[in-house]
């Protein structure tokens, strides 16, 4: 089990860390749309917006696979999200807090958009709210998976 933990814990830190980057490139993508107006510049921070739901996502998955074993494939983004803000007593504290499920929630209803919106534009009033979300989700995030950690080291640790 330890074993198991272990890489549970490196590849969420690894995942972080690839997070960090595309939160990054996102808030300078949007600066540069929010600076001159250039749509490109949405889309680009709009990519990366959906590449950062990906990614929580993917974390997600590791740890629903490392603990519950088992993920329901009806509506799974949604379930897999709902699951993560669970408290499972005697198995794994809530990995994000209702706060940070809020704004998951929303980046996921934008991936969906953004995956199968192919002859409509970004609409730029819309996105700005995404934007803000996304960075407010950046530090709830991490406080969120901080907590989390602590807890993978004091299963370590046992």
């Known amino acids: 089990m330890k074993e198991k933990i ?3 814990k490196s590849e969420i830190l690894k995942d972080q860390e ?3 980057n595309l939160f990054k490139k996102s808030e300078k993508a949007y600066d540069g749309f929010s600076g001159t107006g250039d749509y490109s510049k949405l889309v680009e921070s709009a990519f990366y917006v ?3 739901y990906s990614g929580c996502e993917r974390i997600f998955k590791n740890i629903a696979k490392s603990f519950e074993n088992n993920i329901e494939q009806d509506l799974w983004h ?4 709902d699951r993560m803000a669970l408290d499972i007593k005697g198995i794994r504290p809530n990995v994000v807090s209702e706060k940070t499920l809020e704004y998951l929630d929303e980046l996921r209803a934008f991936r969906h958009f953004f995956r199968h919106a192919y002859d409509t534009d970004i609409d730029k009033e819309k996105f700005r709210i995404i934007a803000h979300k996304t960075n407010l989700l950046r530090s ?3 406080k969120d998976l901080k907590k989390f950690l602590g807890f993978l080291d004091e299963l370590i640790k046992a």
Do not use: C, F
């Open 6 to 8: 272990l890489i549970l």
């Open 18 to 20: 690839r997070l960090d």
């Open 50 to 52: 959906n590449q950062i």
């Open 78 to 81: 949604k379930s897999l999200l």
């Open 140 to 142: 709830s995030l991490k």
